[in-house]
């Protein structure tokens, strides 16, 4: 049989009616990821607006070659601890190659027939990797999310809130008010008014407030200066061949990272649409969108979940929606960059805080206590050591513990 992506496959029978919920759903799913993809950038330590390249480019290759009708891919915040690391330690350039070397690995997981093996892999493993990224997110979170100005080393969970108690004095109240105010609307709106753009709404008006107030605030001008608009697709800096050897440490755990993310986004649209998926074909494709983000601001990009569930809620009927998705995306990326260095850094932790809580795998967390006593013990297991140790020791700690998981469910030597 020959292998045909699902937008070419669509077009046999789209029409008007098709169209037009495609337009609507990619609208709306832009206005809500715009905001997202900033604040996972400059969480990251990139520019912000490579957020919105890397976003483009992932939806663009995801949707277009890929084999759902709703997937959504782009930056997850799965990886930000883990970028963030990079970035401090290597700078950009470091994170640029360890996105393109991440998807070489994603090439090889899919040549050698991974995409089943990593399907496989017990719950209660991946939901300890993504529990114990989440605690380390929040913590890098803490400084700016109280307006405290000191630089938060790449490091362990612990040294936010260090950071914390050593600067007291330094935080600032207003910043705290922004920050409580985007939570608190953000939350508010998404209940109440399902399609309203709550985090972009919320930060307009911190960034209005900032400009015409002056605000007492920092901002992402504070960091990254006020002509955003004077960037490169492409990372600055000098290749150097010994960056090689020190980043490959780097790159396993963002390729296993991206298969798992991936493959859990595709299930997920599996089983909203009824489509089928081969996994192989979902790690390649993630594969080129690895390659092709490395070059377009270096973020590393899976297929999310988060995006693809309110994709298929909004009603999106076939891939044009990610297609159209990503020209929404340019548009807004030129009438509000702008706009952009005013946005209050304390509300992009915000954003990144309700990211973290919006991640799928805390409604687990209640059915992994009711299991057996190895798979709550494995999940706090990894959870413990993506916290305390390197990401690196976790994940190939989490690849055996699954091992064992899953020769123990079968019973088999």
């Known amino acids: 049989m020959t292998w045909l992506p699902k937008s070419v496959v669509c077009l046999s029978y ?67 601890a883990v970028a963030s690391s990079i970035v401090a330690r290597e700078g950009v350039l470091g994170l640029s190659l360890s996105t393109l070397l991440a998807g070489v690995l994603l090439m090889f ?5 991974l995409g089943t093996a990593i399907q496989m892999l017990p719950r209660s493993i991946a939901a300890g990797f993504s529990t114990g990224i989440a605690v380390l997110v929040v913590s890098q979170q803490l400084p700016n999310l109280l307006g405290i100005n000191s630089q938060l080393p790449a490091g362990r969970a612990a040294q936010g809130a260090l950071m914390v108690v050593g600067n007291a004095m330094q935080v600032k109240p207003q910043a705290i008010i922004l920050a409580l105010a985007t939570l608190i609307l953000t939350v508010a709106c998404r209940r109440r008014f399902r399609y309203i753009p709550a985090g972009l709404i919320v930060i307009a008006v911190g960034a209005l407030l900032v400009k015409f107030e002056h605000f ?45 993310e991936s493959l859990k986004a595709m299930g997920l649209a599996t089983r909203l649409t009824g489509e089928g998926f081969n996994a192989d074909s979902e790690l390649f494709l993630q594969a080129g969108a690895n390659v092709a983000s490395a070059f377009a601001g270096a973020l590393p ?34 009438l509000m960059a702008p706009f952009v260095r005013f946005i209050p850094l304390p509300m992009i932790s915000a954003l990144i805080l309700l990211s973290v809580c919006r991640m799928t795998h805390w409604r687990e967390i209640p059915q992994l206590i009711s299991l057996a006593r190895a798979e709550l013990a494995a999940w706090f297991t990894i959870s413990l050591l993506t916290i305390v140790t390197d990401l690196s020791i976790a994940i190939g700690t989490g690849m055996l513990l699954g091992m064992f998981l899953y020769v123990r469910s079968k019973g088999q030597p």
């Open 216 to 260: 007492p605030v920092r901002t992402i001008e504070a960091v990254y200066g006020s002509n955003l608009m004077s960037f490169h697709l492409n990372p600055t800096g000098t290749f150097r061949l010994d960056l090689l050897g020190g980043i490959l440490p780097h790159a396993f755990p963002i390729a296993v990272l991206a298969a798992i």
């Open 301 to 334: 990009v899976s297929g999310v979940s988060s995006y693809t569930s309110k994709n298929a809620h909004l009603g999106a009927q076939t891939p044009m929606a990610g297609i159209l998705q990503v020209l929404f995306l340019v548009v807004f990326l030129f």
């Open 14 to 80: 789209y029409d008007r009616f098709r169209f037009r919920s495609d337009v609507f759903a990619a609208l709306v799913l832009a206005l809500q990821i715009f905001p997202v993809a900033i604040a996972i950038a400059v969480a990251t330590g990139v520019h912000p607006l490579h957020g919105i390249t890397c976003t483009a480019v992932a939806g663009l290759l995801a949707s277009a070659l890929g084999d759902s009708k709703i997937r959504i891919g782009g930056p997850n915040i799965i990886f930000v």
């Open 109 to 113: 997981f899919g040549a050698i027939g």
